[in-house]
C-alpha cells in the first residue's frame, strides 16, 4: 500500500494519473467491495476509490457486458463481495458473476413460483465466527418469501426456514394470508438479523405494514413494530380504534429500505400511507407511524424516537428512500446526524440519537378537504432549511413554453385546484411535486464532507376522486367487469385504454397480444410496480380475463355486486401525469434536476437540469431534463456517477461543480443505481441496463466500465 501511495504521489506531481501505468501494474493490494445496497449500512452511496478521477475519467471504456437473456426494467443496484458481483434479471432471477469479467458463475431460478416485481438488490451475510460452518448467503425476495441461497453454489440452504425459504408475510397477523405483499428493496442486517422492506397494496385491501426482523440463520422471526399500532401501544390514540385490526386500514409499511447505526444498534425506517392512499375519513387522526422516520433498537424493535413528515396524509407522499446516515459541523460541533428525502422535494436532518432536528421545522397551515366526510389534518412539517430542491408551486408563467398544446394546458390549469398539499376532491387537482418526487427512490448519495447529492423529478400530475358506486349501482355489471372496475381502472382506464406515457399499457385487444395464461399470472403476481391480485379467488381472476378477452358469460345479479374488500365513498380516478399531446411535461422546464446541498449549513452549492430530450435539443431548446429514477454514486476523487435518465445515458460529474466530465450511451436506459469495486487495483463501475420504464427500449445487460 506505501508502495502504491508513493507511486500515486509522483505521478501526481509529474501531472499523470494512474491510467498512464502499464495494464499488468497494480496500484493497490487489496480489493473494495460494494458489500450492500447503495455502498453500505449508512445508504450514502459513497466510495473511497480514486483511479478513476477527473483526469483520466475521458478514457473509461467498456470492461465488460453481460446479458441475462432475460428483457425488462431492472432496477438492480448489483453488490460485489469478494470479486463476485451478485444482481438479478428482469424476472427476478438471482445470478452470480466474475465481477472482473462478467463471466456467469450460477444462476438460480425457482421452479414454480412466480414473481415478476421489480427488485432493486439483494443482501450479502456471512457468519463473522471463527471456523463457522454456516454457508455465506444470499438473502433475497421472490414475490412473498424471503430466501437464503449459498454465494458460491446457487443453491437453496435448507437449514433456513422451510427448505430455504419463510414468508414476508409471517408478522402481518391473521388477515394477511391472501393479500398482497412483495419486498422490492433488500433487506439490512444488523448482526444476525435481516430486517424486511415490504411493498403492499395501496387500497382498502392492504395488508399491515409491520416492521418484521428475521434471524439470518434460521428464518424465524425475531421481531414485529407496529406501525398501526395495538391498544396499550404509542400511537394508538392517533387512529380509529379498531385500525389495527386490518379490517378497512393498512399499509403504513416501510418500501423503500432503511438505513442501520450497527456501533449504536439503532436502524431507521421510513415510512409510507396508510392505505387507501387518497382518502382517510375512514382513518381519521394523525395516523402514526405512517409517513415517519422511525428509530428502532435494532435488537428488539423498541422504537426511539421518530418523526411525523406528513400528518394523516392523502396524497401518496410516502417516504421515497433510505435515509443518509452522515457527519455534520453544526453550530460548531460535530454531530452524527440522519438525512431523509421526500417526494415533496425536502430534506429533514435530525440527530441520529436524539431525534431532535438541527434546523427548525415549522407546522405551516395548510386547506382543508371539500369532501364532509374528510377530516384533513389542519399543519403540515415543513423544513425551513435545506431549501427545497424541487419547486414547491406553479403558476400560469409556469406553463411549458414549448408546448404546441399550451393553451389546453393553460385551461386544465385554471380549472385545477392548486398548491402544495391541495387535498384531493371531485374537482381535479394538481399535484405538485407529483406522484413521483422530488426525490424518487433512487435516494441521494453524501459525501463524509456533508454534501448530498440528490436527483429529482420535475412533473405535476392531475388527481381527482368520484364516488365509489353502491353495490346496487353494479347490478347491471358482469362479475368481471365489476372486478376490474374495482382493481384495475384506476392505471388502465374505465375503457381499457391505458395512459402509455404514464406507463399504463393499453388492455384493449389484449388477446391479440397475449395468451390467457400470462394474463392470469400478471393478474395474480403482479409485474414490475403493479401489485398482484392473489388476494381475489381463482373464480374472480377468472371473470377478469374473460372480460379482458370478450367472452365472459354474462349473468349480471344483485349476488354480483357482493363488495369483496372494504367499502370506501369515494375512488381513486386514476395515476395522470401533467403532460401535452406529445408527452412533454406541462410545465416550463427543468423537467429533471440534479442539486449539491450542503448539510453542514442547508445552503444549496449548485443546481443544474438532469437528462434532456435529443429531438428537442435539435430544435435548439436549452437542456431540459427529463423524468429520472435510480440513484447517483459519489466517490473520493471528487466524481459522481449517474444513469437513470430516459434519454438512456450513463453520465459522470464534477461532483463540485455540477459539471458534466464524461457521457455515454447505454445499450438501454439504466433506471437503478450504480455500483463501483475494484478488483487487483482494478476500478469498475457497473450499472444495469433494463430500459422499459417510460416507453423506453427493454434491455437485459449490465455493463461495467474501466480504465
Known amino acids: 500500500m506505501k508502495k502504491a501511495f508513493l507511486l500515486s504521489s509522483l505521478l501526481g506531481l509529474l501531472g499523470l494519473s494512474a491510467a498512464y501505468l502499464p495494464a499488468t501494474q497494480n496500484i493497490t493490494d487489496s480489493d473494495t467491495d460494494w458489500a450492500e445496497y447503495l455502498g453500505g449500512p449508512d445508504r450514502n452511496h459513497y466510495s473511497t476509490l480514486t483511479q478513476i478521477n477527473k483526469d483520466n475519467v475521458s478514457q473509461l471504456k467498456v470492461a465488460w457486458e453481460y446479458h441475462s437473456l432475460d428483457s425488462g426494467q431492472v432496477q438492480c443496484n448489483p453488490i460485489i463481495v469478494k470479486g463476485k458481483l451478485y444482481g438479478v434479471t428482469a424476472s427476478n432471477h438471482l445470478f452470480a458473476l466474475d465481477a472482473s469479467t462478467g463471466k456467469e458463475l450460477w444462476k438460480f431460478k425457482e421452479t414454480g413460483t412466480s414473481a415478476l416485481n421489480t427488485l432493486r438488490g439483494v443482501t450479502y451475510w456471512e457468519s463473522k465466527e471463527a471456523n463457522s460452518s454456516e454457508p455465506a448467503r444470499i438473502l433475497y425476495t421472490l414475490g412473498a418469501w424471503l430466501y437464503a441461497i449459498d454465494a458460491n453454489k446457487g443453491t437453496k440452504i435448507p437449514s433456513f426456514g422451510d427448505n430455504g425459504r419463510v414468508s414476508i408475510k409471517e408478522g402481518l397477523g391473521k388477515n394477511a394470508e391472501n393479500k398482497f405483499a412483495v419486498s422490492n428493496t433488500p433487506g439490512t442486517l444488523f448482526e444476525d438479523l435481516i430486517v424486511m422492506p415490504l411493498r403492499l397494496s395501496e387500497g382498502a385491501d392492504a395488508a399491515l405494514g409491520n416492521i418484521q426482523a428475521f434471524n439470518v440463520r434460521t428464518g424465524k422471526l425475531a421481531w414485529v413494530f407496529h406501525t398501526i399500532p395495538q391498544p396499550k401501544e404509542y400511537g394508538y390514540e392517533t387512529w380509529p380504534k379498531n385500525a389495527y385490526k386490518n379490517t378497512e386500514v393498512g399499509g403504513a409499511n416501510n418500501w423503500a429500505g432503511m438505513a442501520v447505526d450497527r456501533k449504536r444498534g439503532i436502524i431507521y425506517v421510513p415510512t409510507g400511507s396508510a392505505a387507501f392512499d387518497f382518502y382517510g375519513g375512514n382513518r381519521k387522526g394523525k395516523n402514526l407511524f405512517a409517513n415517519c422516520l422511525i428509530a428502532l433498537d435494532a435488537r428488539t424493535g423498541k422504537r426511539l424516537w421518530h418523526f411525523q413528515t406528513v400528518h394523516h396524509d392523502i396524497w401518496d407522499k410516502d417516504l421515497p428512500a433510505p435515509p443518509n446516515l452522515i457527519t455534520v459541523k453544526h453550530k460548531g460541533k460535530s454531530i452524527d446526524a440522519v438525512a431523509q428525502v421526500t417526494k415533496s422535494g425536502h430534506v429533514f436532518v435530525f440527530d441520529r440519537v436524539t431525534g431532535k432536528p438541527l434546523f427548525p421545522i415549522e407546522e405551516k397551515p395548510f386547506p382543508k378537504s371539500s369532501l364532509p366526510e374528510e377530516s384533513t389534518w389542519a399543519t403540515q412539517p415543513i423544513p425551513t432549511l435545506p431549501a427545497a430542491f424541487a419547486r414547491q408551486t406553479i403558476s400560469e408563467k409556469d406553463i411549458n413554453p414549448y408546448s404546441d398544446d399550451k393553451a389546453a394546458l393553460l385551461e386544465t390549469y385554471r380549472k385545477s385546484n392548486k398548491g402544495v398539499f391541495q387535498p384531493l376532491g371531485k374537482k381535479e387537482t394538481l399535484l405538485y411535486p407529483g406522484a413521483d418526487g422530488g426525490a424518487e427512490w433512487g435516494g441521494a448519495a453524501v459525501d463524509p464532507d456533508g454534501i448530498m447529492y440528490v436527483n429529482a423529478n420535475e412533473m405535476a400530475w392531475v388527481f381527482s376522486l368520484k364516488p ?60 414490475g410496480m403493479m401489485p398482484g391480485f392473489g388476494h381475489l379467488s381463482a373464480k374472480d381472476k377468472q371473470a377478469i380475463v374473460a372480460f379482458l378477452f370478450g367472452d365472459e358469460k354474462v349473468e349480471a345479479s344483485a349476488e354480483n355486486t357482493k363488495d369483496k374488500k372494504p367499502y370506501i365513498p369515494y375512488s381513486f380516478n386514476g395515476y395522470n401525469k401533467f403532460i401535452d399531446s406529445k408527452g412533454y411535461p406541462g410545465i416550463r422546464p427543468p423537467w429533471g434536476t440534479l442539486t449539491a446541498i450542503d448539510l453542514n449549513t442547508g445552503k444549496h452549492l449548485w443546481q ?100
Open 468 to 527: 365509489t358506486p353502491k353495490s346496487e349501482e353494479l347490478a347491471h355489471q358482469s362479475t368481471g367487469q365489476r372486478l376490474y372496475s374495482a382493481t384495475c381502472s384506476v392505471c388502465h382506464g374505465a375503457e381499457r385504454k391505458g395512459n402509455p406515457v404514464s406507463g399504463y399499457p393499453s388492455l384493449v385487444d389484449i388477446g391479440q397480444r397475449k395468451d390467457r395464461e400470462y394474463v392470469g399470472k400478471i393478474i395474480n403476481s403482479g409485474k
Open 608 to 707: 443544474k437540469p438532469f437528462g434532456e430530450y435529443p429531438e428537442l435539443k435539435a430544435k435548439g431548446i436549452p437542456t431540459t431534463g427529463s423524468e429520472n429514477y435510480g440513484g447517483p454514486v459519489v466517490t473520493a476523487s471528487g466524481l459522481l456517477f449517474i444513469a437513470a435518465t430516459k434519454d438512456g445515458m450513463f453520465r459522470i460529474f464534477d461532483k463540485k461543480t455540477g459539471e458534466i466530465l464524461w457521457e455515454t450511451k447505454l445499450p438501454a436506459a439504466g433506471f437503478a443505481t450504480p455500483s463501483t469495486y475494484q478488483i487487483k487495483g482494478k476500478q469498475y463501475i457497473v450499472v444495469a441496463c433494463g430500459g422499459t420504464k417510460l416507453g423506453t427500449k427493454k434491455g437485459d445487460s449490465y455493463i461495467a466500465f474501466a480504465l
